[in-house]
């Protein structure tokens, strides 16, 4: 066998190693052209299944609504079986699995469009459920091509780079921040830890995608920026702190209940999830459309945000409001709905922060519900860093993003080794496992 020999082909290779051009593509180009061309694609998912579909199903005023949302699980369903091929793993855990098992290679690209429908069609019909972890595994798989087709000569630890860029781009669009998309690729892997050798590609390609959102379809963050000039006192910082606790707490029920409701779908035979969750979810909705007048059930989120701060609501009525919201999206966890829970936890713990603020009297109407948020939503998800910078993107004054600093450190304190996505693992060197 003949031995350093180059062979030429037509596709053309970019090193990250050698000359100096090929670096540059490697670390600037490459990833701007990878989160530009997600930003197109999961903008227009987000436009279409998000701000059209669901949006109009939203503002229906007639009760037949109710037998849209019980297509939801049923077509998600049906769209895994057929099209992905597969029902397992979940959406929610495709991305964290295959990036953790050899850096993608072996990562299924046929099952992406099944997945990226069942999704969507959980989403347009009302599934209390988003577009994230679709989007992630449509990031991570066209980040995945563009590896194959730029990086033939990628030495063996930079393989992988474009799937977690990819996978952050798309969570940058979907969720209309770039500071938590870039960082969700390498960090949502992991238990504890992240992966920090992408930081360059996954910021880049991030930042590219969130333009293109911002100059297609304009951006949906769940929480309007905060006024810079979040006054902090004594009272709201310890008011502040104790929404982190409860948030920290109300993440880990979360995740314990979503478990066992992952736990119990596999034991039960597919049809029999999917008939008790659809007629569990109908009766949700139409018991808040006779309470309200209207769908806030229905989606992430946005709309049950929207209604809690229009104006002031009774504390037991937003409570209500916030445990049926959460078994929604346990619902739809046990009966296979084919989006994820990103956006649903950042309005659960929205929310929470709606109920802490009326408890306490807090002059500010949305700082601490941008604490719940990110508190709920990074302890959740084990996700630290992602929290903070939801936080300082938001938030905007140098205060506030110090104290939001500190309620996600508090709320990770609450976690143990406990997390919603069980396919998590240890990242190298990792300090040891502390006490539960």
Not at 331 to 337: L, N, P, R
Not at 386 to 410: H, K
Request: one cysteine or more; charged letters at 10%.
């Amino acid at each position: 066998m003949k031995r350093g020999l180059s062979v030429s082909t037509s596709v053309p290779e970019i090193s990250s190693e050698g000359w100096i051009g090929g670096r540059i593509a490697w670390l600037l180009v490459v990833p701007i052209m990878l989160g530009s061309l997600i930003g197109l694609f999961v903008s227009g998912l987000s436009w279409l299944f998000e701000s059209q579909l669901l949006d109009r199903l939203i503002g229906s005023a007639s009760p037949w609504t109710a037998l849209v949302l019980l297509a939801a699980l049923p077509l998600s369903v049906l769209s895994m079986r057929f099209v992905a091929g597969t029902l397992t793993p979940s959406t929610n855990e495709f991305y964290i699995i295959h990036s953790n098992v050899d850096d993608g290679r072996r990562m299924p690209l046929r099952q992406i469009p099944g997945r990226v429908l069942a999704g969507g069609v959980t989403v347009a019909c009302g599934g209390a459920q988003g577009m994230e972890s679709p989007s992630a595994s449509l990031g991570a798989g066209i980040g995945i091509l563009f590896e194959r087709f730029f990086g033939r000569s990628l030495a063996p630890r930079e393989r992988g780079l474009l799937m977690k860029a990819g996978a952050s781009a798309a969570i940058a669009t979907i969720f209309s921040s770039p500071g938590v998309g870039a960082v969700y690729g390498m960090e949502v892997s992991y238990r504890r830890g992240f992966d920090a050798r992408p930081i360059v590609q996954a910021t880049l390609a991030a930042v590219a995608a969130f333009t293109v959102r911002y100059l297609t379809v304009g951006l949906d963050p769940l929480i309007p920026f905060v006024d810079v000039n979040v006054h902090l006192d004594s009272r709201l910082v310890w008011t502040a702190l104790l929404l982190a606790l409860v948030c920290g707490f109300s993440a880990r029920a979360f995740a314990s209940i979503a478990n066992l409701a992952r736990g119990w779908r596999k034991r039960v035979r597919p049809w029999i999830g999917v008939a008790t969750g659809s007629l569990a979810l109908a009766s949700i909705a139409i018991c808040v459309w006779f309470w309200t007048g209207s769908w806030l059930t229905l989606g992430t989120g946005h709309a049950m945000f929207d209604w809690a701060m229009d104006t002031p609501r009774a504390i037991l009525m937003l409570l209500a409001m916030l445990l049926l919201h959460a078994a929604a999206t346990i619902i739809c966890v046990f009966g296979g709905g084919g989006g994820g829970v990103v956006t649903s936890l950042a309005a659960t713990g929205a929310l929470v922060g709606c109920i802490t603020s009326s408890l306490m009297g807090t002059p500010d109407e949305l700082f601490l519900p941008l604490v719940g948020a990110a508190c709920l939503l990074s302890a959740a998800y084990r996700i630290p860093i992602a929290g903070m910078l939801l936080i300082v993107e938001w938030g905007g004054g140098m205060e506030s993003a110090l104290l939001g600093l500190v309620c996600i450190a508090v709320s990770q304190s609450c976690m143990g080794r406990i997390t919603i996505a069980p396919a998590q693992v240890d990242a190298p060197g990792a300090p040891e496992p502390e006490r539960p």
